[in-house]
């Protein structure tokens, strides 16, 4: 066998490189989206390869306690190094989901500070985006029920505005009502980003997005009305500690509603956004980065494929 690209190949797959008439540098240019961002991922490919914490190569052998904890030791240490190498948004965003499948706070930075800083107020951003970065709060994002999944509009959680506090209380009022399968929700977050129906003056507003914490930032148990956990074992992805959350009769501050779009006065008065379309931005976001996950999951499988047809032999019969 020939050694190349820095690991043994063999001659069989050397010859089909060799024979290749694309321009494979071109190429990758093409999908990662132009020369730079081929650079960029490079160079936080690089910082990855040289930690062995994220090498995957056990991470099959892991029960599912070991591969959170594992997951959550990745975390941390991706946290460290953005703060430690002043890491700008867009590497520190690349650095976090080069290792999401195999990280536990992957949806802080991908889903909580997204929708944050897409639908807060710019005094809602300086309160809360500081937080975020530095990881000194923990956020998900809580949406799916256990009886809704896509079908949004039957979503059943609660925030009813109550003028006299200036406060919106929430409930998940029947079992189908609880927020389930929630990423990062079962064991680490002290905070969600939670999609409930806004309900003001007696009138339902359809969903709308609030700041909710979960757990106490002094001991990390649940607060008082927040019944919290984890869903158990998965088929997959066991780094996520995916939960379910219920509420009962939690009040949070009129300013833990997002209100860069839709806004409730202190009075209680709804001001409707442009589009209702906008609360669901972060689903979106979400949704389309899994196809993208997916997409590098079947181009990983597709590699693997076309390199073993390359030196497979079919034995005689």
């Excluded at 975390?75 to 080069?98: G, I, T, Y």
């Excluded at 990423?183 to 680490?188: D, F, L, N």
């Excluded at 939670?194 to 148990?221: C, P, W, Y």
Aim: charged share 20%; proline share 5%; glycine share 8%.
């Amino acid at each position: 066998a020939a050694r190349g690209r820095g690991q043994w190949m063999v001659p069989e797959l050397r010859k089909e490189r060799e024979g290749c008439r694309l321009n494979l540098e071109e190429l990758t240019n093409l999908l990662d989206g132009g020369e730079p961002l081929t650079e960029q991922r490079r160079k936080i490919n690089k910082l990855i390869q040289d930690e062995p914490l994220f090498s995957t190569k056990q991470d099959h052998y892991l029960s599912t306690d070991e591969a959170y904890l594992r997951g959550m030791e990745r975390s941390v240490h991706a946290s460290r190094m953005c703060r430690d190498l002043q890491l700008d948004p867009m590497d520190k965003l690349l650095l976090m989901n080069a290792i999401q499948q195999d990280s536990t706070l992957g949806l802080h930075l991908g889903a909580f500070l997204p929708t944050i800083v897409a639908q807060g107020t710019e005094e809602q951003k300086k309160q809360w985006v500081p937080l975020i970065n530095d990881f000194k709060i923990i956020g998900a994002y809580t949406q799916t029920e256990l009886g809704h999944g896509t079908n949004l509009q039957g979503l059943e959680t609660t925030a009813t505005y109550d003028p006299s506090t200036q406060e919106f209380v929430l409930n998940t009022p029947t079992l189908t009502a609880t927020k389930w399968w929630s990423g990062i929700v079962g064991c680490s977050a002290t905070h969600t980003l939670l999609m409930a129906k806004l309900i003001t003056k007696g009138r339902d507003h359809g969903n709308h997005a609030f700041v909710v914490q979960l757990r106490s930032l002094e001991d990390h148990r649940p607060l008082p009305g927040v019944t919290v956990g984890d869903i158990g074992p998965k088929f997959g992805l066991s780094a996520f500690d995916n939960g379910f959350v219920r509420l009962d009769n939690v009040r949070i501050p009129r300013s833990q509603m997002l209100m860069k779009h839709a806004q409730v006065s202190p009075d209680g008065t709804y001001h409707q956004p442009p589009s209702k379309k906008m609360a669901y931005g972060t689903m979106v976001l979400l949704r389309a980065g899994i196809v993208r996950m997916t997409a590098n999951a079947l181009a990983s499988a597709a590699t693997i494929a076309v390199r073993y047809s390359a030196v497979r032999r079919q034995g005689v019969i």
